[in-house]
């Protein structure tokens, strides 16, 4: 179990200059933007605008904070994400305009490349507590609105609103509770 608090987090411009992620974690440790096998990061989007190409990577983003924002996925009808709204996945492949609904997010986006790793993304509530049962090789949790006590057989950690937990090692269950409603996104990442 590895805490990153946000302060941690890697800042860095988009590839299209338009904007600036917050890296949180990437595979292999160090790799670049070029040569990742997956990638979680969180972005500011202030205005709208394209999404940077990543050829070969699938992609799946979130809402966590703001209104929301519309998607035009290779100029299809625009598909509407919002702070409640399920993950949405699409080809680092594919052209996508965005444009916000009523004023700036932030978004969560999770990258794997494809053969490579898959990844699966989910937004719970934690409010009432969770127990979470292993079912990938790694796993990240993400609260964005409120605190979380996490608990293993060996350990507990306390995660402040936008710090992640990042499991890597073999785990049976988690035990996650929050004092108050707490929205947390789960993100499990395997080798295809």
Request: charged share 25%; hydrophobic share 40%; net charge neutral.
């Amino acid at each position: 179990m590895r805490v990153i608090p946000a302060s941690d987090y890697r800042r860095m411009p988009w590839r299209n200059g338009g904007g600036e992620t917050m890296e949180i974690a990437i595979g292999p440790p160090g790799a670049g933007i070029d040569r990742f096998d997956w990638r979680v990061s969180m972005a500011r989007v202030g205005v709208d605008g394209p999404f940077s190409p990543f050829p070969g990577i699938d992609r799946t983003l979130s809402v966590v904070k703001g209104v929301g924002l519309r998607l035009a996925v290779n100029a299809g009808a625009p598909v509407t994400l919002t702070s409640s709204s399920a993950p949405f996945a699409f080809s680092g492949d594919a052209r996508v305009h965005s444009s916000l609904i009523d004023g700036p997010v932030i978004d969560l986006n999770v990258m794997t490349r494809r053969g490579v790793f898959r990844h699966r993304v989910e937004r719970l509530d934690a409010d009432r507590g969770a127990e979470l049962l292993m079912r990938s090789a790694i796993t990240l949790l993400l609260p964005i609105d409120g605190a979380l006590r996490i608990d293993d057989e060996k350990n507990t950690v306390e995660l402040a609103p936008f710090d992640t937990l990042l499991l890597s090692q073999p785990w049976r269950s988690l035990s996650v509770r929050s004092q108050e409603p707490a929205q947390v996104f789960r993100i499990d990442i395997d080798e295809s």
